[in-house]
Structure formats: C-alpha cells, structure tokens
T-cell receptor, first 117, second 109 residues
Framework: GAVVSQHPSRVICKSGTSVKIECRSL??????MFWYRQFPKQSLMLMAT?????????EQGVEKDKFLINHASLTLSTLTVTSAHPEDSSFYIC?????????????FGPGTRLLVL | GEDVEQSLFLSVREGDSSVINCTYT??????LYWYKQEPGAGLQLLTY?????DMKQDQRLTVLLNKKDKHLSLRIADTQTGDSAIYFC?????????FGTGTQLKVEL
C-alpha cells in the first residue's frame, strides 16, 4: 500500500489564484520531504527540500516566494503555488525517506496534477 | 553538473527480456535506483543498488552496475504487458535524487 499520500490528486484553478498541495507520510515520520515537478514527457526536477521545523531549501531557479513550503509536522508538508499562472501547470510529486528501508530509499506520493486556466 | 541519460523508447514483445540503460556522471553517488511510473501516477521504487555492488537480482529484475563506465542497466525477464510504463534511473547524493530522462517501455503482444 501507499506510504506517502498527496491531496488533491488533480486541481484546476483560475490564473492568479493560489493552490495548496498536501503531502503526508502514512504511519511514519518524515523530518525531510522533497517536492518535484514533472512536465509532460519529461523527467522529475527537484524543486525544494522541506524540513520539519525550519525553512525549506530551494533548488537554483525555483522562486521561494512563488512556491511556499511549510513542513508543520512530522507527517505533513504543504506546497502552495501562489498567484498561479498557466506556465505553473504541471505534475507535482512529493517524496519522503522511508525509515527502516535501505538508507536513502525514498517513497513517492501519487502526484498532483495542476492545471491553471 | 549532474546529467543522467537514458534512451527515450524501447519496444519489446511479450515474454522477451527488456534491457533499459542509463549513464550517469557523478561517480560519488552512493545509491542508484530504478523507478517505474505508470500514466498519470507517481513513482514506484522497483529496486536499487549500492555503488560498491556490480549486480543485484530481485525476481524478474536484474540490475547491473559498471562503475568504471558509469553505466547502469535494468533487465526485466519475461516482460509482460503490465510492465509497460516509463522507467527512470536515479542517482543519489545524501537524500537528493537526480533522475534520468526516462525510458518509455512498450510491450507488444
């Protein structure tokens, strides 16, 4: 069964609105979670590392004011796309290292498809 | 930079073996992974190999690692239609993963 969940699975919004995506670790704690973005027929690009209790670490070229990350608890990280525009339409996937598995093994959520009109 | 490259497409007949190849550039990677992504879904971890290993077998899956050439391959024995998906290799440094470009595997009857 899934060990990482995401909500919503699919969202359509108007340009200029903000969208919040949740990533939850199920039955385990994750002090670190990762957010990726995937364009159609392309690979996953790491956007940021979400750290519980501290600020997220963003990859080069990712606007931290546009993609707000909050890791408020050991099982929940949220990604908020602020003032979304059509170019933000993408597939957003989170992951979390799974304790007890091989070191550095990560499990991925099912993804959230965002469409900005 | 860290570039991980894969061929874009592979077509095989059901029952044949599939071999998906991956080349990476970061020799300090500790683990290398293979993930499977079905249409519209997230990534499913298939298998991984530690960088000091040459080979790992897990049921129908065999991973070969040539560290000298920075080449990783995934062999799927007795390929089934349910294996049709996109396969990503990934290398890790710490908890950060760098993904390959993905190989779309199509299994034909």
């Amino acid at each position: 069964g899934a060990v990482v969940s995401q909500h919503p699975s699919r969202v359509i919004c108007k340009s200029g609105t903000s969208v919040k995506i949740e990533c939850r670790s199920l039955d385990f704690q994750a002090t670190t979670m990762f957010w990726y973005r995937q364009f159609p027929k392309q690979s996953l690009m790491l956007m940021a590392t979400s750290n519980e209790g501290s600020k997220a670490t963003y990859e080069q070229g990712v606007e931290k004011d546009k993609f707000l990350i909050n890791h408020a608890s050991l099982t929940l990280s949220t990604l908020t796309v602020t003032s979304a525009h059509p170019e933000d339409s993408s597939f957003y996937i989170c992951s979390a290292p799974f304790p007890g598995g091989a070191r550095e093994t990560q499990y991925f959520g099912p993804g959230t498809r965002l469409l900005v009109l | 930079g860290e570039d991980v490259e894969q061929s874009l497409f592979l077509s095989v007949r059901e029952g044949d073996s599939s071999v998906i190849n991956c080349t990476y550039t970061d020799s300090s990677s500790t683990y290398l992974y293979w993930y499977k992504q079905e249409p519209g879904a997230g990534l499913q971890l298939l298998t991984y190999i530690f960088s000091n290993m040459d080979m790992k077998q897990d049921q129908r899956l065999t991973v070969l690692l040539n560290k000298k050439d920075k080449h990783l391959s995934l062999r799927i024995a007795d390929t089934q239609t349910g294996d049709s998906a996109i396969y990503f290799c990934a290398e890790s440094k710490g908890n950060k993963l760098t993904f390959g470009t993905g190989t779309q595997l199509k299994v034909e009857l």
